[in-house]
């Protein structure tokens, strides 16, 4: 990619747009599901999606490099982390890293305490320039700039082949658990930064806190002071009752 390549935050318009139309597909969806059926599919669904493709492939491995593998389960982590539509890998991990960077400061661009609360659940985050050579790493991989060049391409794909299988499948199959994975990522953004929501287990140069509330609504991604101190490892929950299921299955299924 050219080396001044410039990213529009988290490719911008198309993922906002993405994301207002996964939400629009579920709540129309939802007025036209009779059979509990597809709920508990969707849910079974979104456990897989939240904790393989959010918060192992894109957020854990993609953005921090917390663990290695082997190069088939590599390959595996990095196309299934389109599920999450969170964007590609290049626009959301250039994002992600770009906080930690700046984390809670006026340069911080997630930060709820500058753009308010809202804006941040939301994604609305004011468009800025981030320097590729905070993700040289995945610039140079193969995998990851097929899925940048051809992600909506993909996304398009998946959906419509869900569509023509059955339309409510597209509901509870891809939309549901991409609106649920974006909401928890939303979660992460704005609850573990205001220091009454949580505690301090160790400093950290931000407000970041370890937030029970918080790792319930993102699957175990809440234990937020702890990863803002050491983001290179994979394990986040350290007390007994910090449950990280995402650590386990890295433990039990990724690591070499």
């Given at each position: ?17 993405l994301?207002?139309f ?18 508990i ?12 493709s959010?918060?192992?492939a ?31 890998p ?9 906080h ?46 097929i ?11 998946l ?16 939309c ?28 950290s ?11 319930l ?37 990724f690591?070499k």
């Amino acid at each position: 990619m050219n080396k001044n390549y410039r990213f529009s935050v988290s490719n911008s318009t198309k993922i906002q747009f993405l994301t207002l139309f996964n939400h629009l597909v579920l709540l129309t969806g939802m007025f036209y599901t009779h059979s509990w059926s597809y709920l508990i599919i969707g849910i079974i669904i979104y456990v897989f999606v939240g904790l393989f493709s959010a918060n192992i492939a894109m957020h854990r491995y993609l953005s921090h490099g917390s663990f290695s593998t082997t190069s088939g389960k590599d390959k595996f982590l990095k196309w299934i982390s389109i599920l999450a539509c969170f964007g590609s890998p290049v626009s959301w991990c250039a994002l992600h890293r770009h906080h930690h960077k700046h984390s809670d400061t006026e340069n911080d661009i997630q930060n709820p305490k500058v753009i308010g609360a809202l804006k941040s659940w939301a994604s609305l985050y004011p468009r800025t320039k981030i320097s590729p050579k905070l993700i040289s790493d995945l610039l140079k991989d193969k995998d990851i700039k097929i899925i940048h060049k051809y992600y909506f391409k993909i996304i398009a794909a998946l959906m419509l082949f869900w569509f023509v299988v059955d339309p409510l499948l597209l509901v509870w199959v891809f939309c549901f658990p991409a609106v649920l994975c974006f909401h928890g990522a939303a979660t992460i953004g704005v609850i573990p930064h205001y220091k009454w929501t949580g505690y301090r287990v160790v400093e950290s140069n931000d407000d970041s806190v370890n937030s029970p509330l918080a790792s319930l609504l993102s699957l175990g991604e809440g234990w937020h002071n702890y990863h803002h101190h050491n983001s290179r490892d994979y394990r986040h929950g350290h007390e007994w009752w910090e449950i990280d299921p995402s650590a386990w299955i890295i433990e039990k299924v990724f690591l070499k």
